[in-house]
């Protein structure tokens, strides 16, 4: 992969900033986030025992418990990042969600679990507004679809590096060797304590790189959620279609992500260490190959003049085929195969979305793209997550997880589709306002 580095200075909501942050750096903290928010997925079957919890309350915990604090800091942070050194704010985020994962795994109730889930939104909230800040502001734009596609990627590879690289770590830490050396702890809990140990590595660089790289600051002028909030209540219908259509889409990501493993051992009789491995090898080799087809696709589609809501369509409807072959056919092979395709297109459909959001926003983009992310992040964790626990439990039972998961998806997929072809020209129409405003400022 090739790193872009962005080491000009930069003027960001009246501060002069020298980003001086490799594009592979941002995208290693995206891919630790995700990681860290999608572990518990492999341990659920764990923690319904232990806790005596429902498939609705793993959901509950998998999903609002994150996105509660997640969203309102977020908006938050979208004033922040546009005014704060990036770098060093995603530095301290690291630190203190490291210390919520900790806690995670000290948990004794399942209320406990849900603080530490809260915790861990809260200080997440800040790495996507303040990494894509510096992303779109130092990127040409023909080339800003494919420097998110990279920054993007390490989402989706953390959501397979959890599995996989969790799963390995719960097979070592089951060894006699391990079992001796954290005594009186379950498996799970020390999965939780070692898997942070990236974190600080990933969090002194970026001080490292703030330090070599930060220009001395001219006096702020303090962000505001107003101006973004009055260009998108000039083309509202435009705005909430996106919106929706994106946060279907990350529905459909996140009800995967969320439930894999759970599948897996249901489905095949599969240990947690296996069932992470397998779903973890599956979306480590998929992800990077569905963001980067979607930020080319994206950028071939302002190339030659195309509608970027025909990739939405396209990806999403092999994303269904992928969600059928994995919930309908229970074997190895098929369930793989459907997983691949889910994550490639799902991938693709969601870096769409996010590149073309970027085209919408005339400026402020740190509080734009906190905009987006708290909606987005709402309605993907907030709903895909526990819905399928609430159909697992109320209406197909629990031995139909995958007849929930399938449901789920596919609604997401036409809504998103849907929406997405439909407000094509509405689209069209706010990136020329956009670019007009953005000449004339």
């Known amino acids: 992969m090739t790193v872009l580095t962005f080491n000009e200075q930069n003027r960001l909501g009246g501060t002069v900033v020298a980003s001086a942050a490799p594009l592979g750096l941002l995208a290693a903290t995206h891919f630790l986030m995700t990681a860290d928010r999608n572990l518990p997925a492999l341990v659920l079957p764990i923690l319904k025992q232990q806790f005596a919890l429902s498939d609705t309350a793993l959901g509950f915990l998998q999903g609002p418990a994150f996105v509660l604090f997640f969203v309102v800091a977020t908006l938050a942070f979208g004033r922040v990042v546009d005014r704060a050194p990036h770098l060093k704010l995603l530095a301290i985020s690291i630190v203190l969600w490291t ?146 259509a994106a946060g279907s889409v990350i529905v459909l990501v996140q009800a995967v992500s969320a439930w894999m493993p759970t599948l897996l051992q249901r489905e095949l009789g599969l240990s947690p260490a296996r069932s992470g491995i397998v779903s973890g090898l599956i979306v480590v080799l998929g992800a990077p190959l569905g963001h980067r087809l979607g930020g080319a696709l994206v950028d071939l589609c302002r190339r030659t003049g195309r509608s970027p809501s025909l990739v939405v369509v396209v990806t999403l409807a092999f994303s269904v085929v992928g969600a059928a072959l994995l919930c309908l056919a229970p074997s190895m092979i098929t369930m793989s195969l459907g997983l691949f395709m889910l994550t490639v297109f799902g991938g693709a459909a969601a870096v769409a979305f996010l590149a073309m959001f970027q085209r919408m926003s005339p400026d402020a983009r740190g509080v734009s793209n906190a905009i987006f992310f708290a909606i987005t992040t709402l309605m993907g964790l907030g709903l895909g997550p526990p819905v399928i626990g609430l159909l697992s439990d109320r209406v197909f039972g629990p031995g139909e997880l995958g007849k929930a998961l399938l449901s789920t998806t596919a609604v997401a997929a036409v809504v998103a589709a849907g929406l997405a072809w439909g407000s094509r020209k509405a689209w069209a129409r706010v990136v020329r306002a956009a670019e007009t405003h953005g000449a004339d400022a």
């Open 99 to 244: 210390l919520a994962s900790i806690g995670f795994g000290l948990a004794t109730s399942w209320q406990q679990l849900v603080v530490c889930r809260l915790m861990l939104g809260l200080f997440q909230a800040a790495v996507a507004p303040a990494a894509l800040s510096v992303i779109v502001a130092r990127t040409p734009v023909e080339r800003v679809g494919r420097a998110i596609s990279v920054f993007t990627t390490g989402s989706a590879v953390g959501r397979g590096g959890a599995m996989l690289l969790g799963g390995a770590l719960l097979a070592w830490i089951a060894s006699p060797l391990m079992r001796g050396a954290f005594p009186g702890f379950e498996t799970w809990r020390v999965l939780f304590f070692l898997s942070t140990l990236p974190n600080l590595l990933v969090a002194v660089a970026l001080l490292l790189t703030d330090r070599r790289g930060r220009a001395t600051a001219a006096a702020p002028r303090p962000p505001s959620l107003l101006p973004a909030l009055e260009w998108l209540r000039a083309w509202p219908l435009a705005f909430a279609a996106h919106l929706i």
